[in-house]
């Protein structure tokens, strides 16, 4: 049974940093594309980044370009999302997922971890 737990979300103040991870269970990580998406209240869940299973390529949001950053040890079965100058409006639920590619549907999820950002 796969799992995907996430940690490190909590309360920052606008310009501050967090680093999201994401631990894997039940099935071989380094052969699976990861993402992290997010949600926020009264809004549909959006793409926030995604690397590929060799940790060669990445494609973020244009949101988040040159603020975030994915990566991932395939040796710890965890991906992470650094997070830097955030912003209010990245306020949302952050969950990790894990698929076939970056861009094909992602087969399991976790169950999120709240960020908030003050302004």
């Known amino acids: 049974q796969v799992q995907l737990v996430e940690s490190g979300g909590g309360l920052v103040q606008a310009g501050g940093s967090l680093r999201l991870s994401c631990a894997a269970s039940?099935?071989?990580?380094?052969?699976?594309?990861m993402g992290w998406f997010r949600q926020a209240p009264g809004k549909e869940r959006e793409f926030v980044a995604a690397i590929s299973w060799n940790n060669i390529n990445t494609y973020y949001t244009d949101a988040v370009k040159g603020r975030f950053t994915i990566s991932r040890d395939n040796a710890k079965n965890t991906v992470y999302l650094q997070m830097n100058s955030l912003k209010p409006e990245d306020t949302a639920v952050y969950y990790c997922a894990q698929g076939a590619t970056m861009t094909a549907k992602y087969d399991y999820w976790g169950q999120g971890t709240q960020v908030t950002v003050s302004s």
């Open positions: 039940g099935r071989t990580f380094s052969i699976y594309a």
